[in-house]
């Protein structure tokens, strides 16, 4: 009966509508209860039927065996707490060992790859004393391995003669082999500081031959196995460093010579390039000490660049070099002067050649237990305080090595690293660049820029990138001028950095060409027009002849035409008549000098903005009397005066003015200058300046000084417009100005008006 039920069960059927009645008899559709709207009751899994776990039978014990087992263990503890009660305390010796067989443990799990902390190391460091224990020796290798590497790593031109009293203060003797290794590392890392690696080989040479000595040990084989695999790069550095040691005096120049011998035996490009690197380096030294060999070396250069079969590269390098030779070194000295530190007679200079029997000692480089380490660390005292002396401040106590390290780690956080080559000044302009560049629109940029960190004192950087950016744009791009806008009124900060770049850039406005300036100019009318900056900044400017320049008189022309169309001509005039502002420009509308004032009104008006300047006051002529000497009639005279316009000039004639035709006309007079006018206006007249020409007033006037010295600012209230140069003849300007001249050329133009009845121009003389 199961198989049926089963099949009756799996049978899946359609569910019967709302209301339908099942069928009280079995069939083949599943039945359903009967649907219910009341909620569900809370339906739980009943306890199961069977008896509890807590009333379930405990399994059988042995009382016997369970006590027996209680009692060994009391006296298994008791048996503990006697032990420990009379255990001795641990002595020194117990103390060191123990800490010793840890310390060995410890690193040689390290040396496995198992990383083990620093604070562990150094406390177990603190705990050995026993300075006649290869342990204790080892700590002292590697914190002498440290110091000398830190000490040469940080070494440089300024620094140097305080650094080599710490470098004596180490083991140099015990630590030649790692003194050698490290500066020869560092120097093949950093060749333009080989110089300053060289300096200081010397200085302990001059002490420490022997180490003087295995650093040239190792430079030439290092040189010989660079040269036989065909290194390249340590061949230049291995050239490089021994060069330098030989401008030092610290090898002679023999080596320097052997090696440039075997460079230019068989040439290679590769072997000239090394061998005119190493010349430019040691060339001087080699002119002064030895010139024959300098002269033997240059002769094969020059045979190499006529006759070998070298690249076009190289033959250029050879050419340089003579060029280098020809100006006597002045860029490559042999011992630059602030490193010439040691005496000539106090050096020792070491005689080694490229093909000796060298041994370089390469056992130096590692540890090895000295059984005599405390004898050999106090004869390495007293020859260290004969090279500082007595009362060097360099003096080692006998702390434990822990305080060395410690000390070492702070002068590692004191140590201030100053990077010379302006490598992440370069880094952080190139930032800036790429991401003005980068930017659709300012609104991006500005926001791209914000989240630039900047440096300390690198704020700067920022308004100079901007402004760098936007003079090299081919015309001005109001793109830079919101930049500018925007970050101006941000911060105070940028807004004084923009008016500090202002009063920069106006400096040295000289120096760029005319779009770049136009495109400055612009960008600080633009900030200026939107009171990005304050007005205050055009205190710097003044405008006269002596303290402007081509330059900066183009800056200041499209500065203030940029002014004129942002604001407007009512309102630039508004603002720089401001009481509190007008200060700030006694600069560009001077009144103390009548010659300054003079220039800046003609400036305002030859740009269009002569309308700035109608409040300024107009420079005071000493009154003279026009005295010309003229044959004609005195109505054609009146009316001709009528028309000039002379103000209080006077004009005088006289009949007997014709004996007099041939003198010259001198300063103290004013002539009446005849340049030719459109039909229709007024006639123009020359007044001599006076001002220059106080002290000799008696000379006569030359051709081209004779100038109008009047008020062009506003020719609707002048009969006299403009500034003219009398031109009586072009080709002879310096000679004196004759009456015969005047009286000839205003006489012709009176009788043409007559003849033709109207006022015509009077021609130039």
């Not at 440039?260 to 040439?267: D, E, G, N, Q, Y």
């Not at 508004?574 to 007008?582: M, T």
Request: proline share 6%; charged share 30%.
């Amino acid at each position: 009966m199961s198989d049926p039920v089963m099949l009756q069960s799996a049978v899946r059927v359609p569910t019967p509508p709302p209301g339908a009645v099942f069928p009280s008899h079995p069939s083949g559709s599943r039945k359903r209860a009967p649907v219910s709207r009341s909620p569900s009751p809370n339906r739980r899994r009943s306890p199961p039927s069977g008896p509890s776990r807590d009333q379930a039978d405990a399994p059988h014990v042995d009382p016997d065996r369970a006590r027996e087992r209680e009692l060994e263990l009391v006296e298994r503890l008791r048996q503990q707490e006697t032990k420990e009660a009379a255990r001795k305390p641990m002595t020194d010796e117990e103390k060191q060992a123990a800490a010793k067989a840890e310390y060995e443990r410890l690193l040689n799990m390290r040396s496995g790859g198992t990383y083990i902390p620093p604070a562990r190391l150094r406390a177990l460091q603190a705990q050995i004393t026993d300075k006649t224990s290869k342990e204790y020796q080892r700590m002292a290798w590697e914190a002498l391995k440290k110091s000398i590497n830190g000490l040469i790593n940080k070494v440089n031109v300024s620094n140097i003669k305080y650094i080599i009293p710490e470098l004596f203060g180490e083991n140099l003797i015990r630590g030649r082999g790692l003194f050698c290794r490290s500066i020869m590392k560092a120097q093949a890392a950093s060749l333009p500081f080989t110089p300053i690696y060289a300096a200081m080989a010397a200085i302990v040479n001059s002490k420490l031959p022997q180490v003087g000595e295995l650093l040239l040990s190792r430079l030439i084989v290092q040189f010989r196995k660079a040269f036989k695999r065909n290194d390249k790069a340590v061949c230049l550095s291995s050239t490089t460093f021994i060069a330098h040691l030989c401008n030092q005096q610290v090898v002679h120049e023999m080596l320097a010579a052997q090696m440039l011998l075997l460079l230019l035996h068989k040439p290679t490009d590769d072997s000239v390039e090394i061998a005119v690197g190493l010349t430019r380096e040691v060339g001087q030294h080699l002119e002064e000490m030895s010139s024959s060999i300098a002269l033997a070396v240059f002769d094969q250069f020059r045979n190499i660049l006529h006759e070998a079969d070298i690249d076009k590269r190289v033959q250029y390098m050879i050419e340089v070099l003579f060029q280098v030779r020809k100006d006597r070194y002045k860029d490559n000295p042999a011992v630059r002067e602030e490193l010439d530190l040691i005496e000539e007679e106090d050096q020792i200079t070491h005689r080694i050649s490229l093909d000796d029997e060298i041994e370089v000692q390469d056992g130096l480089n590692v540890f090895k237990y000295d059984a005599q380490w405390e004898d050999h660390e106090d004869a390495y005292k007293k020859l260290k305080a004969e090279i500082l002396g007595d009362g060097s401040d360099y003096e080692d106590d006998e702390d434990s090595n822990g305080g060395s390290d410690n000390s070492e780690a702070e002068e590692e956080r004191q140590m201030d690293i100053k990077d010379q080559s302006n490598t992440d000044l370069v880094n952080l302009r190139r930032t800036i660049y790429l991401t003005i560049m980068s930017s659709i629109d300012f609104e991006e940029c500005c926001h791209k820029l914000m989240k630039i960190s900047l440096p300390t004192g690198k704020e700067p950087e920022l308004p100079s990138m901007i402004i760098e950016c936007c003079s090299q744009e081919r015309t001005y791009s109001k793109f830079y001028g919101l930049i500018g806008e925007r970050f101006s009124k941000l911060n105070r900060l940028w807004s004084d950095l923009f008016e500090e770049a202002f009063a920069k850039y106006y400096d040295t406005i000289h120096r760029y060409e005319t779009n770049r300036l136009r495109n400055i100019a612009r960008f600080f009318g633009h900030m200026l027009g939107t009171d990005a900056i304050g007005w205050h900044v055009l205190s710097i400017i003044r405008l006269n002849e002596e303290d402007t320049t081509s330059s900066s008189r183009i800056f200041i022309k499209i500065f203030f035409q940029d002014l004129a169309e942002h604001l407007g001509l009512p309102k630039l005039q508004a603002r720089l008549k401001d009481e509190i502002l007008r200060p700030s420009f006694d600069g560009l509308f001077p009144t103390d000098n009548p010659r300054n004032t003079r220039f800046s009104i003609n400036y305002f008006t030859s740009i269009g903005l002569g309308m700035l300047t109608e409040e300024m006051p107009i420079p005071a002529t000493r009154p003279v009397a026009l005295l010309v000497h003229i044959l004609v009639h005195v109505p054609l005279l009146a009316t001709a005066a009528v028309n000039m316009d002379v103000g209080d000039h006077s004009v005088q004639t006289t009949d007997h003015a014709q004996k007099n035709r041939n003198r010259d006309i001198h300063v103290e007079k004013v002539i009446v200058g005849l340049a030719p006018q459109p039909p229709g206006q007024d006639i123009h007249v020359a007044e001599v300046p006076q001002d220059p020409f106080l002290r000799r007033q008696d000379r006569g006037i030359r051709v081209g000084e004779v100038t109008q010295d009047l008020d062009p600012r506003r020719p609707d209230q002048n009969h006299v417009k403009g500034a003219t140069l009398l031109d009586l003849d072009p080709q002879r300007q310096d000679r004196d100005l004759r009456v015969e001249e005047v009286i000839h050329r205003l006489d012709r133009h009176l009788q043409s008006r007559d003849r033709r009845g109207s006022r015509a121009p009077i021609a130039a003389l």
